[in-house]
């Protein structure tokens, strides 16, 4: 196969687009789609501070690397999980990054502050474990950036990431969170940060090709505690209908979003009146987790890396 | 034996892997010639 811009041997087919491109200009032709997705749909302003949620893994990590590289300076965001060895290698993995970007990362550790790892608190609260973590990464991505005074909170997730999310949805019929995902989630000011997700329309593969020629180092391990996910059997289904029928995925997703921005609702919020982030109750699951196990060590962000 | 074929054969999805033969990332129809050292890397992630 040739590359379809230089004629040079093609590195990767993208089958949903068509086309077939050699290294180089598979790089610029991601990157270009990341920054239009960004200035189409007023993801990240000219002059606005950006932090890049990262997790370690190959999506966060090129997104980061990607949006420096496209003139959008990005600081990151990183959870130690406590999830033994898988933590600690998730962490240096965003600490290289940094160091290669120049860039710095606030590094919050649950240890530190709830006295245990993630794991252990679910057992304790009798919740499962992946649900625990949605709630507590919310909560402190939205923190750190009130806190730290960014604009904007970056989020990796890509486009097999969103169908499969959307098709659990669908299949299920979970009406309350049915419409809530978007490429942008607007913030209010003092309580909620602005929410954006520039890789809402590239394949995982594409993301993985991409961390591959860029020679991003990234976490390979699966979270211990994602393991049997309903989200790998949503992504499996997804990609056997792609692999017969290219571009399907992202007409699924593309099709909601033009669906969303029709019917979707503006819901009430309410805050919860000891943090002041979005709550069901007057104090949020996370106040009250806090409040149970805390060790009476503030939520801290540290600053990585270290030196410099 | 070309990439597409070893994938089929080994039952893998095109969507969910990327292939590298000798360090090179390479697309499906490359054909895969004895000694080359092939590496199949696993592109999905449960999130």
């Given at each position: 196969?040739?590359?379809?811009?230089?004629?040079?041997?093609?590195?990767?087919?993208?089958?949903?687009?068509?086309?077939?491109?050699?290294?180089?200009?598979?790089?610029?032709?991601?990157?270009?789609?990341?920054?239009?997705?960004?200035?189409?749909?007023?993801?990240?302003?000219?002059?606005?501070?950006?932090?890049?949620?990262?997790?370690?893994?190959?999506?966060?990590?090129?997104?980061?690397?990607?949006?420096?590289?496209?003139?959008?300076?990005?600081?990151?965001?990183?959870?130690?999980?406590?999830?033994?060895?898988?933590?600690?290698?998730?962490?240096?993995?965003?600490?290289?990054?940094?160091?290669?970007?120049?860039?710095?990362?606030?590094?919050?550790?649950?240890?530190?502050?709830?006295?245990?790892?993630?794991?252990?608190?679910?057992?304790?609260?009798?919740?499962?474990?992946?649900?625990?973590?949605?709630?507590?990464?919310?909560?402190?991505?939205?923190?750190?950036?009130?806190?730290?005074?960014?604009?904007?909170?970056?989020?990796?997730?890509?486009?097999?990431?969103?169908?499969?999310?959307?098709?659990?949805?669908?299949?299920?019929?979970?009406?309350?969170?049915?419409?809530?995902?978007?490429?942008?989630?607007?913030?209010?000011?003092?309580?909620?940060?602005?929410?954006?997700?520039?890789?809402?329309?590239?394949?995982?593969?594409?993301?993985?090709?991409?961390?591959?020629?860029?020679?991003i180092d990234y976490v390979t391990d699966?979270?211990?505690?994602?393991?049997?996910?309903?989200?790998?059997?949503?992504?499996?289904?997804?990609?056997?209908?792609?692999?017969?029928?290219?571009?399907?995925?992202?007409r699924f997703v593309m099709g909601y979003?033009?669906?969303?921005?029709?019917?979707?609702?503006?819901?009430?919020?309410?805050?919860?009146?000891?943090?002041?982030?979005?709550?069901?109750?007057?104090?949020?699951?996370?106040?009250?987790?806090?409040?149970?196990?805390?060790?009476?060590?503030?939520?801290?962000?540290?600053?990585?890396?270290?030196?410099? | 034996?070309?990439v597409k074929d070893l994938l089929a054969?080994?039952?893998?999805?095109?969507?969910?892997?990327?292939?590298?033969?000798?360090?090179?990332?390479?697309?499906?129809?490359?054909?895969?010639?004895?000694?080359?050292?092939?590496?199949?890397?696993?592109?999905?992630?449960?999130?």
């Open positions: 196969m040739r590359c379809k811009r230089c004629g040079r041997d093609a590195n990767v087919h993208i089958r949903a687009h068509n086309i077939a491109l050699c290294a180089e200009d598979f790089l610029s032709f991601l990157e270009r789609r990341v920054s239009e997705t960004t200035r189409k749909y007023g993801l990240i302003s000219k002059g606005q501070r950006a932090l890049v949620c990262v997790s370690g893994g190959k999506d966060s990590l090129s997104l980061w690397y990607i949006l420096n590289n496209i003139g959008i300076e990005a600081d990151g965001f990183h959870i130690h999980l406590g999830i033994g060895a898988y933590s600690d290698k998730s962490l240096s993995k965003v600490e290289q990054m940094a160091e290669r970007l120049a860039r710095k990362v606030h590094v919050t550790f649950l240890q530190k502050t709830l006295g245990q790892g993630i794991a252990e608190l679910a057992k304790r609260l009798k919740r499962q474990t992946c649900s625990l973590c949605g709630t507590l990464k919310r909560y402190l991505m939205n923190r750190v950036a009130i806190e730290k005074d960014y604009d904007v909170l970056v989020l990796g997730h890509n486009l097999d990431d969103e169908a499969s999310a959307l098709l659990g949805n669908i299949l299920y019929w979970r009406k309350e969170y049915l419409w809530r995902k978007h490429i942008s989630l607007e913030g209010i000011e003092g309580h909620l940060a602005k929410k954006v997700k520039p890789l809402f329309l590239i394949s995982e593969r594409e993301m993985a090709s991409y961390a591959f020629l860029r020679g699966e979270c211990p505690y994602a393991a049997g996910a309903k989200t790998l059997l949503y992504k499996e289904l997804l990609n056997r209908v792609e692999e017969e029928s290219p571009g399907t995925k992202i979003l033009a669906q969303a921005g029709r019917d979707g609702e503006k819901r009430e919020r309410q805050f919860c009146k000891l943090c002041g982030y979005p709550s069901y109750a007057e104090r949020c699951v996370v106040c009250r987790i806090l409040e149970r196990f805390g060790t009476g060590r503030p939520v801290a962000f540290e600053v990585y890396p270290r030196t410099g | 034996m070309r054969h080994l039952s893998l999805n095109r969507e969910a892997v990327i292939v590298v033969v000798d360090g090179v990332l390479v697309t499906e129809d490359k054909t895969v010639r004895e000694g080359e050292k092939v590496k199949i890397i696993r592109v999905v992630s449960g999130g």
